[in-house]
């Protein structure tokens, strides 16, 4: 059974830093992308970053280029999603979630994990 769980989301002040935590179990690691979705209250969810295990490759989502940065360590079947400069519009739900590709329908999802940046 596919396993996602989030962690390390809180409440920060606007410039600050957070490093959320994605650990995964149940499947294949190295074989499997990982997204990083958020969803702000009454809004639709967004997806903000993915990796593929596999190759490494990267995929940002236009407004946290720059400011977030996505990483996996693979040995310990983990993906991180640093965050840099947040803003106050960062504020929201974030969740990782598993498909084959980035381009996928990520059928696979954790708790999700709530992001507060104060002004």
């Known amino acids: 059974e596919v396993q996602l769980v989030e962690s390390g989301g809180g409440l920060v002040q606007a410039g600050g830093s957070l490093r959320l935590s994605c650990a995964a179990s149940g499947f294949t690691f190295d074989d499997y992308a990982i997204g990083w979705f958020r969803q702000a209250p009454g809004k639709e969810r967004e997806g903000v970053s993915c990796?593929?295990?596999?190759?490494?490759?990267?995929y940002y989502t236009y407004s946290v280029k720059g400011r977030f940065t996505i990483s996996s360590d693979n040995a310990k079947n983990t993906v991180y999603l640093q965050m840099n400069s947040l803003k106050p519009e960062d504020t929201a739900v974030y969740y990782c979630?598993?498909?084959?590709?980035?381009?996928?329908?990520?059928?696979?999802w954790g708790q999700g994990t709530q992001v507060t940046v104060s002004s």
């Open positions: 979630a598993a498909d084959w590709t980035c381009g996928g329908d990520f059928g696979s």
């Open positions: 990796i593929s295990s596999s190759d490494g490759s990267t």
